[in-house]
């Protein structure tokens, strides 16, 4: 078990980012959160196989259909086992 922590910038508020991005990491598997920023930004935090990991990763560079990725920032650390689920955060 790995863990991730993605930042994802650009038109990512608005656009249902949250909400696919909790629908991919379930269907992955994932454990963590997704939540959305002061600065506009969305962040996640996922734990899970690194495969796995990697493929919420290539979901977050494209985000769904009317969000506009300009910038992603990412890092991979030790599990926390911190999470029962994946889900929104406020």
Request: proline share 3%.
């Amino acid at each position: 078990m790995r863990r991730i922590i993605i930042k994802v910038y650009g038109l990512v508020q608005g656009v249902f980012f949250r909400y696919t991005t909790r629908k991919v990491a379930r269907k992955l598997g994932l454990l963590g959160i997704v939540k959305n920023m002061p600065d506009g930004s969305v962040y996640i935090e996922a734990e899970g196989p690194e495969e796995n990991l990697s493929e919420l990763l290539k979901y977050a560079k494209r985000g769904p259909k009317y969000a506009e990725v300009t910038n992603i920032e990412y890092e991979y650390t030790d599990s926390q086992s911190k999470y029962k689920g994946f889900d929104y955060a406020f």
